[in-house]
C-alpha cells in the first residue's frame, strides 16, 4: 500500500529553468511532508519541509508547496543548476509515532 | 568527521549466513534508525531507538535484531540471511524523536549494500 507516490521517475530540466518535483499521498493523518536529495553512494540529506497546516514553506531557491485538498505536494526549485542533479524523495510523518514514510523518488537531471 | 557512519559499506555473503551491520552518530543525537531500501527503490523504516529504547519496531522478520550498546551506536544483526534480504541499509540519526522540523531532522549514513547470494 504506496501511501506515498512520486509517479514520475525522472525529470530533466535545463540550467536556470524551474524544476517541479510533484508527489501525492493518501493518508490524511500525516502532520509533516518533507523533501530529502540523494547523491548516488550517499545517503538521503533533508532539503525541506512543511507542516501540515501550511500551504508553502519556502527556503533559499527551494519552495515546497502543499495542497491538501488534492492531497497532493510539490517541490520547485529556482534556478535549477547541475549541482541539483540527484534523486528526490517526497516522504511523510505521521508525528505520533515519528514514522517516516517515503516515495520512491524521482532523478532529476539538470542540463547545463 | 562523518557524522553517521555505517561498516562495512558493502557485503556479499551467502544464503543462510548472520552478519551484522554497525552504526556509530558522533553527533551526540538521542535517537537511531534503521531503514531498507529494496530493490524498487522504496525506503522503508525498519527500527527505531530513543535513548538505547526501541520506539518503533515495523513488520520485519526477527531474523532482524537491532542491538543499541549505547545512544551512539544501532546495529543491526541479520540471522540466516535470505536471497530478498538484499538491499541497501541505511542508518540514520535525530537529535529526538523526529516531528517533522528542520532543527530535528534525520541524518543518514552512506549506506551498506548487501548482496545475498
Known amino acids: 500500500d504506496q501511501q506515498v507516490k512520486q509517479n514520475s521517475p525522472s525529470l530533466s530540466v535545463q540550467e536556470g529553468r524551474i524544476s517541479i518535483l510533484n508527489c501525492d499521498y493518501t493518508n490524511s493523518m500525516f502532520d509533516y511532508f518533507l523533501w530529502y536529495k540523494k547523491y548516488p553512494a550517499e545517503g538521503p540529506t533533508f532539503l525541506i519541509s512543511i507542516s501540515s497546516i501550511k500551504d508553502k514553506n519556502e527556503d533559499g531557491r527551494f519552495t515546497v508547496f502543499l495542497n491538501k485538498s488534492a492531497k497532493h505536494l510539490s517541490l520547485h526549485i529556482v534556478p535549477s543548476q547541475p549541482g541539483d542533479s540527484a534523486v528526490y524523495f517526497c516522504a511523510a510523518l505521521r508525528g505520533a509515532n515519528s514514522k517516516l514514510t517515503f516515495g520512491k523518488g524521482i532523478t532529476l537531471s539538470v542540463r547545463p | 568527521d562523518t557524522a553517521v557512519s555505517q561498516t562495512p559499506k558493502y557485503l556479499v555473503t551467502q544464503m543462510g549466513n548472520d552478519k551484522s551491520i554497525k552504526c556509530e552518530q558522533n553527533l551526540g543525537h538521542d535517537t537511531m534508525y534503521w531503514y531498507k531500501q529494496d530493490s524498487k527503490k522504496f525506503l522503508k523504516i525498519m527500527f527505531s531507538y530513543n535513548n538505547k529504547e526501541l520506539i518503533i519496531n515495523e513488520t520485519v522478520p526477527n531474523r532482524f535484531s537491532p542491538k543499541s550498546p549505547d545512544k551512539a551506536h544501532l546495529n543491526l544483526h541479520i540471522n540466516s540471511l535470505e536471497l530478498g534480504d538484499s538491499a541497501v541499509y541505511f542508518c540514520?540519526?535525530?537529535?529526538?524523536?523526529?516531528?517533522?522540523?528542520?532543527?530535528?531532522?534525520?541524518?543518514f549514513g552512506p549506506g551498506t549494500r548487501l548482496l545475498v547470494l
Open positions: 540514520a540519526s535525530s537529535p529526538v524523536l523526529f516531528t517533522g522540523t528542520k532543527q530535528e531532522t534525520q541524518y
